[in-house]
Nanobody
């Protein structure tokens, strides 16, 4: 069973930057496409960004320019860097892993296309 563990959330203020991390237990991590989603109470989980196993990135339009996703394949970790946080960015952030190498039909913002996900890391506060 592949395990994902997010970290880096916490109490933040508007305008600050924050980097979330997601560590994956599988050594074949380099073959995974990784997505970041977020969820607020009473709402559906929504797409934030994703990086394919080959390095292609996708970001939600509302946060383009304020997001950067990177990955460290030697450390089995993916990162979500957010700058200039806004109040509407408060949420629980989840990382999700897609194990299929097939990318032509991949829809990065579809959470149903991911196979594993973590417990989430909460971003809260004045942000």
């Amino acid at each position: 069973q592949v395990q994902l563990e997010e970290s880096g959330g916490g109490l933040v203020q508007a305008g600050v930057s924050l980097r979330l991390s997601c560590a994956i237990s599988d050594r074949t991590f380099r073959r995974y496409s990784m997505g970041w989603f977020r969820q607020v109470p009473w709402k559906e989980r929504t797409f934030v960004g994703a990086m394919s196993w080959s390095g292609d990135v996708h970001y939600v339009d509302s946060m383009k320019g304020r997001l950067t996703i990177t990955r460290d394949n030697t450390d089995n970790t993916v990162f979500l860097q957010m700058i200039s946080l806004k109040p509407e960015n408060k949420a629980i952030y989840y990382c999700e892993a897609r194990t299929s190498l097939e990318s032509s039909s991949w829809t990065p913002d579809n959470k149903d296309e991911y196979d594993y996900w973590g417990q989430g890391s909460q971003v809260t506060g004045d942000a």
